[in-house]
């Protein structure tokens, strides 16, 4: 019993010293003090946000900046592919017609070689007949001969 009579008088005197108004006051200060804390934690999350706002705002922006380039170049290049593919266009038809120009002339050779072909077998000239079947195989030859050249093959 004598140990329960010092614990009732150590409570009585804890009790005289820490009243109810001044737990209520130590608690609303403890609030106070984690309310303050928590303004200062959300206002730095706010910069934060500005700041991540500010920066993806920035971002953006160069990245707008690098498709308009972009876009930019590739126009460019098309137009150069189209003016390339012209000039291509341009030179092989040229290439082409003076192809046609030389087998044109080598056509009409052979032509006038078979008239006197065809007039050496109609007058039945017997020496000349030889000769003109010489002729017109070299013709021949040589019609073969710059045909593969105009291909390329030789």
Same mark, same amino acid.
Not at 4 to 18: I, N, P, Q
Not at 79 to 99: C, L, P, T
Not at 116 to 141: D, H
């Given at each position: ?48 946000? $500005?700041?991540?706002? /500010? #920066?993806? &705002? ?5 990245? !707008? ?6 876009? =930019? ?27 046609? $120009?030389?087998?044109? /002339? #080598?056509? &009409? ?5 078979? !008239? ?6 109609? =007058? ?31």
């Amino acid at each position: 019993m004598l140990g329960g009579k010092v614990m009732d008088t150590f409570m009585d005197k804890l009790a005289e010293k820490v009243s109810a108004s001044d737990i209520i006051k130590a608690n609303a200060q403890a609030e106070a003090a984690e309310n303050e804390r928590l303004k200062q934690e959300a206002e730095q999350f706010r910069t934060q946000l $500005e700041n991540l706002k /500010e #920066s993806e &705002k920035q971002h953006r922006a160069i990245i !707008e900046q690098t498709r308009d380039s972009l876009n =930019s170049r590739m126009d460019e290049s098309e137009a150069r592919i189209h003016d390339v593919g012209v000039q291509v266009y341009r030179n092989v038809q040229a290439i082409v017609e003076k192809g046609q $120009e030389k087998n044109t /002339e #080598s056509f &009409k050779d052979i032509n006038s070689k078979l !008239e006197t072909l065809q007039y050496a077998v109609e =007058s039945k000239n017997k020496a000349v007949t030889p000769l003109v079947v010489i002729t017109l195989l070299v013709a021949l030859g040589d019609l073969v001969f710059n045909i593969l050249m105009f291909l390329g093959v030789i």
